[in-house]
């Protein structure tokens, strides 16, 4: 089963605040009881920045992930399942 995690980095602090804010993503892979096989490292679609993952979706060998750009644009990612295995998982599954 795979999942998809966002992660925001915050801080209340004002002088981060002004700074750029960055997203990263990680794809994880769980059993059908929900223990954690692996995970990813953690990347960007396209750009540092404001990303969001919003959903994924496999349809036989093909995996689509949704995603937004700067708030203002939506795009989808399709790749064959093997394909996502070698570019997020080289060296099988990472430990927790």
């Given at each position: 089963?795979?999942?998809?995690?966002?992660?925001?980095?915050?801080?209340?602090?004002?002088?981060?605040?002004?700074?750029?804010?960055?997203?990263?993503?990680?794809?994880?892979?769980f059993d059908e009881?929900?223990?954690?096989?692996?995970?990813?490292?953690?990347?960007?679609?396209?750009?540092?920045?404001?990303?969001?993952?919003?959903?994924?979706?496999?349809?036989?060998?093909?995996?689509?992930?949704s995603y937004g750009?700067?708030?203002?644009?939506?795009?989808?990612?399709?790749?064959?399942?093997?394909?996502l295995e070698r570019?997020?998982?080289?060296?099988?599954?990472?430990?927790?």
């Amino acid at each position: 089963m795979l999942k998809k995690l966002y992660m925001k980095h915050l801080s209340r602090d004002p002088a981060y605040q002004r700074k750029k804010v960055v997203f990263h993503h990680y794809l994880m892979v769980f059993d059908e009881s929900f223990t954690l096989l692996g995970r990813s490292g953690p990347f960007q679609f396209e750009t540092e920045g404001v990303e969001f993952c919003a959903g994924i979706a496999i349809h036989g060998d093909q995996v689509m992930l949704s995603y937004g750009v700067m708030d203002n644009q939506a795009r989808i990612l399709t790749m064959e399942a093997a394909q996502l295995e070698r570019a997020f998982f080289p060296q099988s599954f990472h430990s927790p």
